[in-house]
Every structure is written in structure tokens, then in C-alpha cells.
């Protein structure tokens, strides 16, 4: 009878851990998943490329526009974010082909009938890693089969594109602009909203980090659950040795605040990466308020990087 009464507090506080833990993983997951980033579409009156048609495994379409460089073997595969389209490549990578690179730009985004599922779009999906592969091995086929290929991502086609980076050999480089962590944002939330919501409220105003880390990764398994989807997860991706990658930010950036910047910087930890940040930039708008030193750096990078 004492050892049960010992035992008591922390049978009790055990209880109280495992309800937590399915109650506001939840209740944090739905935050999270309803959390939708609408960028303002661009207007384009005329883009350089032809349009065309590239099959997946399950048949299914993946459009695309292609710009030729004859003569070439570089191939610069752009992966738009999610919102925009593949005619927004030219306002990120217009300075490509004057560097000798054939121009592929796609539409990664596989729209169904279901809204709830399309409302996931912004969050970078293995099924999109795929479709993205898929364009990859046609590249090797239609272009050359030596060829040289670099991804350029923006935001949610940023992640796409580094995880596909470790999966052919012939991607030689990753061009990142947005690039982002979904485990730090969903850390994010709970750090907003877990003094408001978690009752009784244990921690006060500052939650410690193992508890913001422990809820994250609760978090992260719940949505791919609920979502029936491998999201890609970045930060796994940074810590192992991976393709040579820049990474653009703007300093005022709220979607990818600066500290979530320094964390990536942080566990990324490579010799052949580079970085850029712009001043009072906010999410993908580096490229309006610094268009020069943009195009310089991707160029320095590339010029470094792919011989």
C-alpha cells in the first residue's frame, strides 16, 4: 500500500503526460495544418519556353516549359512554390540561360478532388519528390544522358529540391530561396500558442526545449498521418552530407523568421554551401529588392561549384 502511495505522483503525472500528449498534439496539428501561405500570383504577359507534357509512373501529367541551350549539357530544373506557377521561373532564374543552361521549369503540384488534400499543398510531400525525380530521369533521356542538372527551388520547391538532391547523382547543385523546416515551424506554434492553450499550464511563458522538441515531433508524425503523406523533412536532410546548396533568405521574413534561419545555417554545418540574406526582404522577395547581388551570388556559387 505505501509503494502505491509512492507511486501515486508519478502514475498521476504519467497520466496527465500521455493525455497531453494526444490532446494538444492534436489540437497544435490542426493550427498547424489549417496554417495557409497565399503568395500574391505575379502577372506575366510573355515567358520563354515550350510547352510541354512529361508522364509519371502512374501516367499521370506533369507540365512543364522548356527553354533550349543547343550545345549544352547543364540543365537548370526549376521547382516553383506552392501557389505560383512554372511560368514564375523567369522572375527567379531569368539570367540562366545567358550562363549556357537548358531551362526546365515544372508543375509539381498533383491537384485532386479533394479540397482538404489540396490545402496540404504547401507543405512539401515525398509524392512530389517523385514527380520531381521523374522530370530528373526524363531530363537525363530527352537532353543527355550526361547531364549536368541543378535544382532551383523557391519556398516549398525549395524543400522538393533538396530532397531530391540526395537521391541522383546527377544533380550536381541546389539553389534554394525560402528555404524551410516544417519541424521549426510547427516549434514555432507551440511556442505561441502553447501558454494559451495547454491547461494547467506547467511552464509558464517559456516551455523548455525538450518539450517544444518532444511536441514537435509529435506533431510532425500526427500531420503525416492525418494526411496519409511523407512529409520532407529538412533537418534530417541538412545533418547528412548532401549536394553543394545555397540557400537565399530575406532578413524580414515571417514566414522563415531569422532564427529560423540561424538554426538551418546552424545544423547545415557544409564546406560547399553558401548563404545569402537580404536586407528587409520578406518571404521569396530577395530577388525584387536585391535582383543584382541575387543573380551575382547564383552565379558565384554555380561558377564554384559546377565546372
Not at 35 to 50: A, I, M, N, T, W
Not at 151 to 174: C, H, M, P, T
Not at 183 to 209: C, H, M, Q, S, T
Not at 265 to 270: L, R
Request: aromatic letters at 12%.
Amino acid at each position: 500500500m505505501i509503494r502505491f502511495l509512492l507511486a501515486l505522483p508519478f502514475l498521476v503525472l504519467a497520466g496527465y503526460a500521455a493525455f497531453a500528449a494526444f490532446k494538444y498534439t492534436r489540437m497544435i496539428s490542426n493550427i498547424f495544418l489549417g496554417l495557409v501561405y497565399r503568395p500574391q500570383p505575379d502577372s506575366v504577359d510573355h515567358v520563354r519556353g515550350e510547352k510541354l507534357t512529361i508522364l509519371d509512373s502512374s501516367d499521370r501529367e506533369i507540365q512543364a516549359l522548356f527553354l533550349e541551350c543547343k550545345g549544352s549539357d547543364r540543365v537548370m530544373i526549376f521547382c516553383h512554390e506552392s501557389g505560383s506557377t512554372k511560368e514564375s521561373w523567369e522572375k527567379y532564374a531569368y539570367f540562366f540561360p545567358e550562363m549556357g543552361y537548358h531551362v526546365l521549369s515544372v508543375d509539381l503540384s498533383d491537384l485532386t478532388e479533394d479540397p482538404e488534400q489540396n490545402s496540404l499543398l504547401q507543405w512539401p510531400c515525398e509524392k512530389e519528390v517523385q514527380r520531381l525525380l521523374t522530370v530528373v530521369r526524363w531530363t537525363k533521356s530527352a537532353v543527355s544522358a550526361r547531364a549536368r542538372v541543378v535544382l532551383f527551388g523557391i519556398s516549398n520547391g525549395a524543400d522538393l529540391a533538396l530532397d531530391a538532391s540526395f537521391r541522383e547523382k546527377s544533380i550536381e547543385a541546389v539553389v534554394t530561396d525560402g528555404l524551410f523546416s516544417m519541424k521549426e515551424i510547427f516549434r514555432d506554434y507551440i511556442r505561441r500558442w502553447a501558454p494559451i492553450l495547454v491547461r494547467p499550464n506547467l511552464f509558464g511563458e517559456n516551455y523548455p526545449d525538450w518539450v517544444v522538441s518532444l511536441f514537435a515531433g509529435l506533431g510532425f508524425w500526427h500531420c503525416q498521418r492525418r494526411a496519409r503523406q511523407r512529409f520532407v523533412d529538412v533537418e534530417k536532410l541538412l545533418k547528412k552530407r548532401h549536394a553543394p546548396l545555397l540557400m537565399i533568405h530575406g532578413e524580414a521574413d515571417d514566414y522563415v523568421p531569422p532564427s529560423h534561419q540561424r538554426f538551418l545555417e546552424k545544423i547545415e554545418g557544409s564546406k560547399t554551401a553558401g548563404r545569402l540574406v537580404v536586407k528587409k526582404a520578406g518571404h521569396n522577395e530577395a530577388i525584387v529588392l536585391e535582383r543584382e547581388s541575387y543573380e551575382r551570388e547564383v552565379r558565384k556559387f554555380l561558377s564554384r561549384v559546377v565546372r
